[in-house]
């Protein structure tokens, strides 16, 4: 079992910053890939990015990509999204997942709660 608990959410106007932190526990080696989804109300869960653990690798999808970043902090266990420039429509709940990688959220076996992160214009 792995136990991802995810924190830093909140509301910040257009243009802010945020930066968004998922703690791992357990078998996390089973897992070798880390991600961060988001879910705006009334919207499908959508993959903002991820992360190879060994190799620190990332991949992000076209609507964030140049805005915000993974990383990882190994020592800690701890897997990051930095978010800048943020827009209204970056609004939504961002959980994060731990599992075997790809970009549909089926591929992931385990889940953090998620955390709010509202953007005001």
């Known amino acids: 079992q792995v136990q991802l608990a995810e924190s830093g959410g909140g509301l910040v106007q257009a243009g802010g910053t945020l930066r968004l932190s998922c703690a791992a526990s357990g078998r996390t080696c089973a897992t070798p890939v880390r991600a961060w989804f988001r879910q705006a109300p009334g919207k499908e869960r959508e993959l903002v990015g991820n992360?190879?653990?060994?190799?620190?690798?990332?991949y992000y999808e076209d609507p964030i990509k140049g805005r915000f970043t993974m990383s990882r902090d190994i020592g800690k266990n701890t897997v990051y999204l930095q978010l800048n420039t943020l827009k209204p429509e970056d609004t939504a709940v961002y959980s994060c997942?731990?599992?075997?990688?790809?970009?549909?959220?089926?591929?992931?076996?385990?889940w953090g709660q998620g955390t709010q992160v509202t953007v005001s214009s």
């Open positions: 997942a731990a599992g075997s990688g790809g970009t549909s959220p089926g591929q992931y076996e385990y």
């Open positions: 992360i190879n653990w060994r190799l620190g690798n990332t």
